[in-house]
C-alpha cells in the first residue's frame, strides 16, 4: 500500500505557473504508475497527466495538452504536475493517484491523494 501527500496549489493569475507536487510513503514508489486527475465544483472527475513507472511513457489530456508536464523522481518518492498557461477553467482540486497499471481512467488508480486547490483568476 502506498500513501500519497498533495502539495504545491494555490492562486496563481491566468497566464501564470504552478508545480504541483506529491510525496508517496513506502519503498515501493518506483512499482507504480502515477496520475494526476481533477474535480471542479459540479463537474465530474477528469484525466489530467500519467506517467509510467519508469517515467518512460506519459499521457495527456486534451485540455492540457501542450501546456501541463508530468514528471517524477524515483529517488525521492514524489511526481510532479508542472502546470504553465493557466487558464480559468483549470481551477479545480488536483489529485494524485498511484496505480499498478497506466490508464487515464480514475477507477485504474486504488491510491490517492487527499487533493491540491488550484485557483486560477481571471
Known amino acids: 500500500q502506498v500513501q500519497l501527500v498533495d502539495s504545491g496549489g494555490g492562486l496563481v493569475q491566468a497566464g501564470g505557473s504552478l508545480r504541483l507536487s506529491c510525496t508517496a510513503s513506502?519503498?515501493?514508489?518506483?512499482?507504480?504508475?502515477m496520475g494526476w486527475f481533477r474535480q471542479a465544483p459540479g463537474k465530474e472527475r477528469e484525466f489530467v497527466a500519467a506517467i509510467s513507472w519508469s517515467g518512460g511513457s506519459t499521457y495527456y489530456g486534451d485540455s492540457v495538452k501542450g501546456r501541463f508536464t508530468i514528471s517524477r523522481d524515483n529517488a525521492k518518492n514524489t511526481v510532479y504536475l508542472r502546470m504553465n498557461s493557466l487558464k480559468p477553467e483549470d481551477t479545480a482540486v488536483y489529485y494524485c493517484a498511484a496505480g499498478q497499471i497506466l490508464g487515464v481512467m480514475a477507477y485504474q488508480y486504488p491510491y490517492w491523494g487527499q487533493g491540491t486547490q488550484v485557483t486560477v483568476s481571471s
Open positions: 513506502g519503498r515501493t514508489f518506483s512499482r507504480y504508475a
